[in-house]
């Protein structure tokens, strides 16, 4: 445990944000899986939205700094394939 009163501070801080990436995080990997079964289902309108929630929420966890920017446009353009492969 922390001593100074700033290092509790900081500490709460720490926590709160990673309970805020977390939950960001798992949100992005929900909607990531969700597009890779619909992908397999054949279904061009249900897979047009997964899509969009998926880049929607992979940019999202980018600008929140929860993940890369870089990981972020790497996966974008692995599910396009994805899908286009699919189709």
Request: no cysteine.
């Amino acid at each position: 445990m922390a001593n100074s009163k700033s290092a509790i501070k900081r500490w709460h801080q720490s926590i709160k944000r990673r309970d805020r990436n977390r939950a960001t995080r798992s949100a992005t990997r929900s909607a990531v899986r969700t597009l890779r079964e619909v992908a397999t289902s054949g279904d061009e309108a249900a897979v047009k939205a997964a899509l969009s929630q998926a880049y929607s929420s992979l940019d999202t966890a980018a600008k929140k700094g929860t993940i890369h920017t870089g990981k972020a446009d790497r996966t974008k353009r692995r599910l396009a394939a994805l899908v286009a492969r699919a189709s």
